[in-house]
């Protein structure tokens, strides 16, 4: 009985990772494949094949994102960009959701940010426990003159869905920086801590455990 619960278990540890990996796959590719729904009905795969390709609207996302950036990298592009913008500042309730989501966006994507570029232990859910969280940048000026000391803020995700979790501020003095890049940390972190990061070096390089 024990050999057979051991090839059973062994099993598991082959599909789960391929399903699970094969359904977050099919989910990103049916979302992206929304952006079909764009080209008018008589040009679409579907009408003009007959059947659903999966991936063909994934293609044509990737191809929309690219010409998007290498159109807007000149100076006409750029003035088409500020022309767009203007038009949406004009609207109240599209400017306040257009602008929220674009600072947003154009933190996280930026490399000189400092957005989720930190991996940090913060005490988290009581003072005797210690949770794993990402450095979002510092308080706003109107923020930062209501406190004593310096803080800094954090995001602290859950488990296993790490894009819902809980954002603080946090005394920088009290959290404590990781030798952890992102991609490590949010494995650490789906996986439940079983999947741990890379032991490293003096010099910072990453060795087998």
Partial sequence: MS????????????WVPLAITAWVLSLIVRSMDQSLLLLPQAIRPEQLLGVYIPGIGALLTLLIVFLTGLITANIVGQRLVRFWEGLLARIPVVKSI??????????????????FRKVLL???????????????????????????DEYVGVFIPTTPSPVNGFFFFVKKSDVIELDMNVDEALKYIVSMGV??????NPKGRAQNQ
């Fill in 3 to 14: 050999a057979i619960k051991k090839y059973f278990i062994t099993g598991l540890l082959i």
């Fill in 98 to 115: 257009y602008y929220s989501v674009k600072q947003v966006s154009d933190t996280l994507f930026s490399g000189s940010g400092v957005a």
């Fill in 122 to 148: 913060v005490r988290y859910p009581h003072p005797e426990a210690w949770a794993v969280a990402f450095q979002t940048g510092h308080p706003a000026r109107d923020v930062a003159d209501m406190l004593s």
């Fill in 195 to 200: 999947v741990a990061p890379p032991m490293r």
